[in-house]
């Protein structure tokens, strides 16, 4: 039943961080005006990563963003305070997975690296915290009759 409540879980996380990340690459390709196709490439780009090209900097800006945002997703789905970095390096594990096969190749970006680390730590830390301040914390009623 555990393993259950468990896949479900990262498989909802999963499916809406790169939901998260389409949606999100919409936002610069359509600011560097680039063809709308990019919007499928773009989360998945680590070849042409950081700042160099309109192309690199949007898939710097996706990335990026979809990791802080995917704080709130941990809180509400996680719900646990102990198990967010695991599903954090699990979902880090994964879309380095998928990006690698869609891009045919192994990210070598030192760019997208550091991204990766940080934005892995950021979500094994931060939704952490949040659970543990908002739901472990939370005031307990005594009843005193």
Not at 80 to 100: E, G, M, N, P, Q
């Amino acid at each position: 039943e555990l393993s259950k409540t468990i896949l479900l879980k990262l498989a909802i996380i999963f499916v809406c961080f790169e939901g998260l990340l389409f949606l999100i690459a919409i936002i610069p390709v359509a600011s560097y005006r680039l063809p709308y196709y990019q919007v499928f490439w773009t989360p998945f780009l680590f070849d042409e990563y950081g700042t160099q090209s309109p192309n690199a900097q949007a898939a710097l800006i996706t990335l990026s963003s979809g990791y802080i945002i995917a704080a709130a997703l941990f809180f509400f789905v996680v719900h646990a305070t102990r198990k967010c970095w695991d599903y954090a390096i699990t979902l880090t594990l994964f879309h380095l997975a998928v990006s690698c096969i869609v891009r045919l190749n192994f990210p070598i970006s030192w760019a997208w690296w550091v991204t990766v680390v940080v934005g892995t730590l950021y979500l094994a830390i931060v939704p952490e915290l949040l659970c543990y301040w908002l739901v472990d914390m939370r005031h307990i009623k005594v009843d005193h009759s």
